[in-house]
């Protein structure tokens, strides 16, 4: 068994790659049609799911992928592209705690679900998100609910994937909300606005914002750590911000020398490791908010996701 192995979308690269978190080493990178993004992994953590996005970003034209590409951890391999067109430019990504697979085509503001995606070769359901460009989502633990991020329309859509006789309820937070953090108990969901440098809070059972506040400039990402804390990625001011979800006031402020694009948390240690523009994974302790050290990557390293006693090659 190897420890502490960081799993790590290099978009610009079109790769996902593994790194050893002790030493910095890039272990393999496994090549992937250009442009791959968001990803989840299964809770057996045999399988990673990516999402196949095919435009550089959200600001980019282009059809974009149809494909989720499935990735055999252990083995470091490519299994299969699941094609799912039309569904195209394939972005956010979420598992729920049945291990159903959930992806959303930015394009078409749909949403869908496969229900056993280690096999399946098509979508069981797609329910529409009710907005427009939605990007990203957050999920409720079993499944049911779903709260989606829509770029163009400005609304954040609450919807039903196993339900569709369900309309879509939208609250309008702000200017192009991007980022979420869904609480604990599933009751608030918080979003970042990129135009309006707002923070909310909304209520999910009304999907009325009963709170806002200022945030820095373009707040893009946001992350909800283990003991509360939100972590904002400014991407305008490049720079991070560590927020009281009880008030949305910022408590601490971390500057950078590159923008922040995503991040991912280490499961037991308090470690923050978070990916840059330029081409750098800063690791960051999240109890003295200083950065300890930076991984050299490939181009545009993009999300991540921490493996505690990963399986060696081949192994079991």
Same mark, same amino acid.
């Given at each position: 068994?190897?420890?502490? +192995?960081?799993?790590?979308?290099?978009?610009?690269?079109?790769?996902?790659?593994?790194?050893?978190?002790?030493?910095?080493?890039?272990?393999?990178?496994?090549?992937?049609? %250009?442009?791959?993004?968001?990803?989840?992994? %299964?809770?057996?953590?045999?399988?990673?799911?990516?999402?196949?996005?095919?435009?550089?970003?959200?600001?980019?034209?282009?059809?974009?992928? *149809?494909?989720?590409?499935?990735?055999?951890?252990? /083995?470091?391999?490519?299994?299969?592209?699941?094609?799912?067109?039309?569904?195209?430019?394939?972005?956010?990504?979420?598992?729920?705690?049945?291990? =159903?697979?959930?992806?959303?085509?930015?394009?078409?503001?749909?949403?869908?679900?496969?229900?056993? !995606?280690?096999?399946?070769?098509?979508?069981?359901?797609?329910?529409?998100?009710?907005?427009?460009?939605?990007?990203?989502?957050?999920? *409720?633990?079993?499944?049911?609910?779903?709260?989606?991020?829509? $770029?163009?329309?400005?609304? +954040?859509?609450?919807? =039903?994937?196993?339900?569709?006789? +369900?309309? !879509?309820?939208?609250?309008?937070?702000?200017?192009?909300?991007?980022?979420?953090? $869904?609480?604990?108990?599933?009751?608030?969901?918080?979003?970042?606005? =990129?135009?309006?440098?707002?923070?909310?809070?909304? %209520?999910?059972?009304?999907?009325?914002?009963?709170?806002?506040?200022?945030?820095?400039? %373009?707040?893009?990402? $946001?992350?909800?750590?283990?003991?509360?804390?939100?972590?904002?990625?400014?991407?305008?001011? /490049?720079?991070?911000?560590?927020?009281? !979800?009880?008030?949305?006031?910022?408590?601490?402020?971390?500057?950078?020398?590159?923008?922040?694009?995503?991040?991912?948390?280490?499961?037991?240690?308090?470690?923050?490791?978070?990916?840059?523009?330029?081409?750098?994974?800063?690791?960051?302790?999240?109890?003295?908010?200083?950065?300890?050290?930076?991984?050299?990557?490939?181009?545009?390293?993009?999300?991540?996701?921490?493996?505690? =006693?990963? !399986?060696?090659?081949?192994?079991?």
């Amino acid at each position: 068994m190897t420890d502490d +192995v960081l799993l790590l979308v290099e978009k610009c690269s079109h790769c996902l790659s593994y790194y050893d978190i002790g030493s910095g080493e890039r272990l393999a990178s496994i090549a992937l049609p %250009d442009f791959p993004h968001e990803f989840v992994i %299964d809770s057996h953590q045999a399988y990673a799911y990516i999402g196949h996005y095919g435009v550089e970003t959200s600001g980019h034209p282009g059809a974009g992928g *149809t494909q989720i590409l499935q990735v055999d951890i252990a /083995r470091r391999t490519l299994v299969r592209c699941i094609d799912i067109a039309p569904f195209n430019r394939l972005h956010g990504m979420q598992m729920d705690a049945q291990d =159903r697979l959930y992806a959303l085509s930015e394009d078409r503001a749909q949403l869908v679900v496969l229900d056993h !995606p280690a096999t399946d070769t098509a979508p069981r359901r797609a329910v529409s998100t009710g907005g427009i460009k939605s990007h990203l989502f957050a999920l *409720t633990r079993d499944g049911q609910t779903a709260y989606a991020m829509n $770029l163009l329309s400005h609304t +954040v859509t609450r919807i =039903r994937p196993h339900d569709a006789t +369900v309309a !879509p309820v939208a609250c309008a937070p702000g200017e192009k909300p991007e980022g979420y953090a $869904l609480s604990g108990d599933e009751k608030t969901l918080y979003v970042s606005c =990129r135009l309006s440098n707002t923070l909310c809070a909304i %209520d999910t059972a009304t999907m009325q914002v009963k709170d806002r506040a200022p945030s820095r400039d %373009d707040p893009t990402r $946001l992350y909800l750590y283990r003991d509360g804390r939100l972590v904002v990625t400014n991407y305008g001011e /490049r720079s991070l911000s560590v927020v009281d !979800p009880a008030t949305l006031r910022e408590l601490a402020h971390v500057p950078m020398e590159a923008r922040a694009i995503a991040l991912s948390f280490h499961p037991s240690r308090p470690l923050a490791f978070v990916s840059q523009d330029n081409d750098l994974l800063g690791c960051l302790n999240m109890e003295t908010l200083q950065f300890e050290r930076w991984i050299a990557t490939q181009r545009e390293p993009d999300v991540s996701r921490v493996l505690s =006693r990963f !399986p060696a090659r081949g192994g079991a």
